[in-house]
């Protein structure tokens, strides 16, 4: 009996996940997927099913990294704001690296998806949903050392950044808006830290 063949999932995901993040699901053909995999569709398919399932687990392994450098820079031993200031200074970093404006994967899906698709929707408003839930800690954190801008409160607060957040990321697309992005930030971040 032949042996299945086996393939390095990680790196399939990997390559499956750049390729939907260039060009989007609905534009990603079968043929991008078996071209960047390595993989013939029968082996695709029999390992994710469809492309839509790939895709989902494209989602997951996107969010999976995502989560855990946030995580590391939101939960390290700076003081909160600085911390907060770090992930936008690191959202800067990858925005001038962009060359391909690929923006973020998961805001890009929102934006693709149709109405009627609720569970990607669903599942990325669960994603973003644990981000938030970061910036909340660190806000009362900000809150409880006195750095916390008087008058906010935490979890608005958390959401008002995570709506600056989808705004940059959409920004972001726009190549002539590179050079803005920076003073976006920082009105951004004036709002929240103590004059």
Known sequence: MARPPTFDQQQVLEN????FWRKGFATTSVKDLTDVTKLQPGSLYGAFKNKRKLFEYALDYYYENLYKTVEEVLRSEAPPLLRIRQFFENFLNLARDDVDNKSCLLVNTLIE???????????????????????????????????????????STAKMIMSGIFGLQVYNKMQNGKDDLRQ????LLSVIEKS
């Open 16 to 19: 499956a996940m750049q390729v």
């Open 113 to 155: 998806v149709p109405p009627e698709d609720a569970e990607i929707k669903q599942r990325i408003t669960n994603m973003f949903e644990k981000i938030e839930k970061l910036f909340v800690e660190v806000l009362y954190e900000a809150q409880d050392d006195g750095s916390l801008a008087n008058g906010l409160e935490p979890e």
């Open 184 to 187: 976006i930030v920082n009105n």
